[in-house]
């Protein structure tokens, strides 16, 4: 878990939002764990993720020099890539999935050949993030940075050959029921809301 007192103070930022939980709770994959990401009330209470994204664009900043654009997937998001850019001062493109292919609006005019940074919300796989540079690669973007608030990969998946920089890398353990702790121990499981890809 966190150890410095950024992390820490990032992780109270996500208790605040209710976005990270904590108890026992039953994952999609059937697993238990301590832990439970609901990211979409990342985006619930603006208030607090504009505290979040300062401590991003502060990171951002101190690391990219020179870019363009921010570009994040949708849906979740939009809202905080968009936030990122606005303080950056920055603009900002978005790519969604159409037909289940990742693409970014022919719309986003000066995207061609510029220099950008991705944000993301959670860095699960990677998977969507690696389509977002393709789509970015296609347009002859360049990808200066990629950035997620969360990684739940504790900083084992580089993409593009580069690390993900992140304000949490937070290795999640999940257990199967016959070998979970808090079974162990009595506590009551609970399966958190349907959330789509929040229980990965
Ligand atoms: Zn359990």
């Keep these: 878990m966190p150890e410095t007192p950024r992390e820490q103070l990032v992780l109270s930022l996500f208790?605040?939002?209710?976005?990270?939980?904590?108890?026992?709770?039953?994952?999609?994959?059937?697993?238990h764990s301590e832990w439970y990401f609901e990211k979409i009330r990342l985006i619930e209470k603006p208030a607090s993720l504009e505290k979040i994204v300062d401590l991003l664009v502060e990171k951002i900043e101190a690391e990219v020099s020179e870019f363009d654009y921010v570009?994040?997937?949708?849906?979740?998001?939009?809202?905080i890539g968009f936030l990122a850019?606005?303080?950056l001062g920055k603009k900002f493109a978005f790519s969604q999935r159409v037909d289940e292919k990742m693409s970014i609006r022919p719309g986003f005019s000066g995207l061609d050949g510029s220099r950008t940074v991705i944000v993301e919300d959670i860095l699960t796989t990677g998977g969507s993030i690696q389509e977002v540079v393709a789509c970015l690669k296609e347009r002859h973007a360049s990808i200066e940075g990629i950035y997620v608030l969360v990684d739940?990969?504790?900083?084992?998946?580089?993409?593009?050959?580069?690390?993900?920089?992140?304000?949490?890398?937070?290795k999640v353990e999940a257990f199967e029921s016959g070998a979970c702790p808090f079974c162990k121990k009595g506590l009551p499981v609970t399966k958190p809301g349907a959330s789509d890809k929040g229980a990965a």
């Design 15 to 31: 208790k605040e939002c209710d976005a990270l939980l904590q108890g026992h709770f039953r994952l999609t994959s059937g697993k």
């Design 71 to 79: 570009v994040s997937p949708a849906y979740g998001a939009i809202a």
């Design 85 to 87: 850019a606005l303080k």
């Design 152 to 170: 739940r990969t504790g900083g084992a998946v580089p993409i593009e050959g580069k690390p993900v920089g992140s304000l949490l890398a937070l």
